[in-house]
Nanobody, 119 residues
Framework: QVQLVESGGGLVQPGGSLRLSCAASVSIFSLNAMGWYRQAPGKQRELVASIPNGGRLNYADSVKGRFTISRDSAKNTVYLQMNSLKPEDTAVYYC?????????????WGQGTQVTVSS
C-alpha cells in the first residue's frame, strides 16, 4: 500500500505561480513512476507531468515550458512547480504513483488539491 499526501494548492492570479508537493509513504525508488494529473469540472482526468524511475520526464503539451516536475528522494516527495498559470489550469490536481506487483501495475492516488487561477 502506498499513501500519497498532497499539499500546495490554492487561489492564484493569472500569471502567478504555485508549487504542489506530494509526499509518498514509501521510498520513491520503489515506485515505477510518479506523476501529477488534473481534472477540471466536466472533463476527464488528464496527465500533467510524470517522472518515471530512470526514464524521461513527460509533460502535457499544454504545460510544457511552464510546469516543472521534480523529486527529492531524501524526502520521498515529488513536486510540481507551476509558473505562468492560466485560468484553464484551474482543476483538482492529483498525485499518482505506479507500482509493479508481479505482472500487474497498480495505481495509487492522493486525495487531490484544488488549484484555482482567477483574477
Amino acid at each position: 500500500q502506498v499513501q500519497l499526501v498532497e499539499s500546495g494548492g490554492g487561489l492564484v492570479q493569472p500569471g502567478g505561480s504555485l508549487r504542489l508537493s506530494c509526499a509518498a509513504s514509501v521510498s520513491i525508488f520503489s515506485l515505477n513512476a510518479m506523476g501529477w494529473y488534473r481534472q477540471a469540472p466536466g472533463k476527464q482526468r488528464e496527465l500533467v507531468a510524470s517522472i518515471p524511475n530512470g526514464g524521461r520526464l513527460n509533460y502535457a503539451d499544454s504545460v510544457k515550458g511552464r510546469f516543472t516536475i521534480s523529486r527529492d528522494s531524501a524526502k520521498n516527495t515529488v513536486y510540481l512547480q507551476m509558473n505562468s498559470l492560466k485560468p484553464e489550469d484551474t482543476a483538482v490536481y492529483y498525485c499518482n504513483a505506479v507500482v509493479s506487483r508481479g505482472i500487474s501495475l497498480l495505481n495509487y492516488w492522493g486525495q487531490g488539491t484544488q488549484v484555482t487561477v482567477s483574477s
